[in-house]
């Protein structure tokens, strides 16, 4: 629950506090805003924690809950948050939103690219499938813990 709420949060600040100022910026200013912001993202190491976190706590549980016998709800629950952290904050970031942001990395700022604007939005609905994904698997532990209970 710990790593599932900190990523969480991660990702209410990112869609819902850094995304509305990034809307209004024009391509030079995002393009320097990102060059800032996102190589410290990608490698902080919090972000290393947080995603093996993600993965090894609940497959801890399940193999857990499997050693006892356990296939309750709570079970079901557990694996389904499991696999929207696979999907959203493993598989998304890692195949699609990576490649993205080298893409966008590579911009100069005094030469944006012509549908920049069109970068910027697959930026915005990657990060958005990641967050939904995440809140989705925070709810569905959240679930599990309290059907445990």
Not at 50 to 55: A, N, T
Not at 87 to 104: K, Q, Y
Not at 116 to 126: K, L
Not at 132 to 148: E, N, P, Y
Request: charged share 15%; glycine share 8%.
């Amino acid at each position: 629950m710990v790593f599932a709420g900190l990523w969480s949060g991660l990702m209410v600040l990112l869609t819902m506090v850094l995304h509305p100022m990034m809307r209004e910026q024009d391509g030079p200013t995002f393009a320097r805003q990102l060059a800032m912001f996102l190589p410290h993202a990608r490698k902080t190491p919090v972000k290393y924690v947080c995603v093996i976190g993600l993965v090894a706590a609940p497959a801890g549980a399940l193999a857990a809950m499997s050693a006892a016998g356990d296939r309750s709800t709570a079970f079901l629950l557990t694996a389904l948050g499991l696999t929207t952290y696979m999907i959203g904050p493993l598989l998304v970031s890692f195949v699609l939103a990576e490649p993205h942001h080298d893409r966008m990395l590579a911009w100069d700022p005094e030469r944006i690219p012509e549908g920049w604007q069109a970068d910027r939005s697959r930026y915005f609905a990657m990060n958005w499938t990641q967050a939904v994904l995440t809140w989705s698997g925070f709810g569905l532990f959240l679930a599990a813990l309290i059907r445990r209970a």
